[in-house]
């Protein structure tokens, strides 16, 4: 089959790219500059790249019918972000491809009632992130239902992997905390330590995109978790991590808004974000209908993530 992947250098795409061509696909690569993925493969030598500006091109509803036109069996789109931007392609590539897989977020939950939250849950989204990938979720799966769009939803967790920062701990970015951890010095997490995050390894998202693509007739018109077996809580992930470095983690808590005057503003922003969502999905649905089987989890994900900031002189521990 022939398979165009929107922003398929990203994270995801270095893992789905290679993995796809290994399967015999003839597969197309649309990006907005020529970056490298994240790691090495030969099987990139074999892959069409085309260079679109999606922005630009969504300005005079262009974007769409340039998708059309490479005509793909499959398409993938990595970077959708806005409601208005899937009906544009929906409408370009309506009767013309046989499966369109679109990238969504656990983010579309919001606080959740019941953990793991299976893809039945309600939605009740916050923030402008969320509420957009719910929405543009809904309108693809009525795509689906009621006009035979051909739509399947993906939604990851905190995908990481060799390359980049990996959430931590305390539910930001900072990579002073694995420094913090690794000395064994005082840690201060946020409330008691006990919301979760949901990792998952960007190559197990890769997996459930080419499991979807498989098994097309359980695929359509559904959606599904892309997330390690089990999300970790701030104190046990903590913990763990402080034990890959010989350490016994020296945990301090604080109430959120004490906290957060211990921290950047940006800091305490990327982890209200984090923990008032507290992620916890399940895979059930995942490894039942597409026979999603994550080699990683949450703890190997990230552990190996933080191997290569280290190797990489981004981290001193």
């Not at 340039?66 to 309506?94: E, K, N, T, W, Y």
């Not at 990996?166 to 997490?189: D, R």
């Not at 695929?219 to 077996?229: I, Q, R, W």
């Not at 949450?298 to 933080?306: F, N, P």
């Amino acid at each position: 089959m022939k398979i165009a992947i929107i922003g398929g250098t990203g994270h995801v795409g270095t893992y789905l790219v290679p993995r796809l061509v290994q399967a015999g696909h003839e597969v197309v690569v649309v990006s907005r500059s020529q970056r490298q993925p994240y790691h090495a493969d030969r099987a990139w030598n074999r892959v069409q790249q085309v260079t679109l500006d999606r922005a630009e091109a969504e300005k005079t509803h262009s974007f769409g019918p340039m998708i059309a036109s490479i005509g793909a069996d499959v398409v993938v789109d990595m970077i959708c972000f806005r409601l208005d931007s899937a009906q544009q392609l929906v409408q370009a590539l309506r009767g013309k491809v046989q499966h369109f897989i679109h990238c969504g977020t656990i983010w579309i939950y919001g606080p959740s009632a019941e953990v793991p939250a299976s893809e039945s849950q309600p939605r009740q989204p916050f923030g402008d992130y969320g509420i957009q990938k719910a929405a543009i979720e809904a309108y693809l799966l009525d795509e689906a239902r009621k006009n035979g769009f051909p739509a399947t939803c993906l939604h990851p967790g905190h995908i990481v992997g060799p390359g980049w920062p990996a959430i931590n701990p305390q539910g930001n970015l900072n990579l002073a905390v694995w420094e913090t951890l690794a000395k064994g010095e005082t840690l201060t997490l946020p409330n008691f330590g006990m919301e979760t995050l949901h990792h998952v390894h960007a190559d197990d998202v890769a997996q459930l995109f080419q499991q979807a693509i498989d098994h097309w007739s359980a695929a359509v018109g559904e959606s599904f978790h892309a997330v390690s077996p089990a999300a970790l809580t701030l104190r046990g992930y903590a913990e763990s991590v402080a034990g890959w470095f010989g350490q016994e983690a020296n945990l301090n808590c604080l109430p959120f808004d004490e906290w957060k005057a211990t921290v950047s503003e940006q800091d305490a922003q990327a982890t209200y974000d984090h923990i008032a969502h507290s992620p916890n999905a399940s895979i059930e649905k995942a490894r039942r209908l597409l026979d999603y089987a994550p080699r990683y989890s949450s703890l190997q994900a990230v552990r190996e993530a933080v191997d290569w900031l280290a190797a990489n002189g981004k981290i001193n521990v």
